[in-house]
T-cell receptor, first 109, second 114 residues
């Protein structure tokens, strides 16, 4: 079966750095996405990785290792507004998005 | 970026009635839109893929007669929850793909069936 694993909840301090991991087992691979979702709102796109390596976009970076079925989202200089759920999603061989359950990130002052 | 507008954002309906949710791509044409359902603290669950001008493709376990999808134009897809029951209460989200690398989401609709 297809599976995406990510931690349920993480806590970090304002101004610090946090890494949210995602491991996946899917039928085929056509890209991995990270989304941010605030409570009661729809997800918003953060990043896309299809090749191995690190993609940097401002305070957020995303890393992919296809051989390990592994990705992480790195958030730097954390702000209170970064408190949200972070969803990892993999596009499989049928071009369907398989979603993780999301990681709730709690930022403390 | 591209905008997908979903309406209404919240709706409360009586059990047994039907509710229609609209999803519009405002500044691009979307031949394919997706409808998701999300339970509290759970992942997005794909319900169906909506294709303009043809029948929607439903995921296993989703009742197509209960969740009617119409994609009559390149900018509008609708999801109608027919004969709604309290267990249909959920957060429904639509999305449309503009490029290979991004999917844009509507604001979501919080449906409460009483």
């Amino acid at each position: 079966g297809q599976n995406i694993d990510q931690p349920t909840e993480m806590t970090a301090t304002e101004g610090a750095i946090v890494q949210i991991n995602c491991t996946y087992q899917t039928s085929g691979f056509n890209g991995l996405f990270w989304y941010q979702q605030h409570a009661g709102e729809a997800p918003t796109f953060l990043s896309y990785n299809v090749l191995d390596g690190l993609e940097e976009k401002g305070r957020f970076s995303s890393f992919l290792s296809r051989s390990k079925g592994y990705s992480y989202l790195l958030l730097k200089e954390l702000q209170m507004k970064d408190s949200a759920s972070y969803l990892c999603a993999v596009r499989d061989s049928n071009y369907q998005l398989i979603w993780g359950a999301g990681t709730k990130l709690i930022i403390k002052p | 970026g591209a905008v997908v507008s979903q309406h209404p954002s919240r709706v409360i309906c009586k059990s047994g009635t039907s509710v229609k949710i609209e999803c519009r791509s405002l500044d691009f044409q979307a031949t394919t839109m997706f409808w998701y359902r999300q339970f509290p603290k759970k992942s997005l669950m794909l319900m169906a893929t909506s294709n303009e001008g043809s029948k929607a493709t439903y995921e296993q376990g989703v009742e197509k007669d209960k969740f009617l999808i119409n994609h009559a134009s390149l900018t509008l897809s609708t999801l109608t929850v027919t004969s709604a029951h309290p267990e249909d209460s959920s957060f429904y989200i639509c999305s449309a793909t503009l490029t290979e690398t991004e999917a844009f989401f509507g604001q979501g609709t919080r449906l409460t069936v009483v």
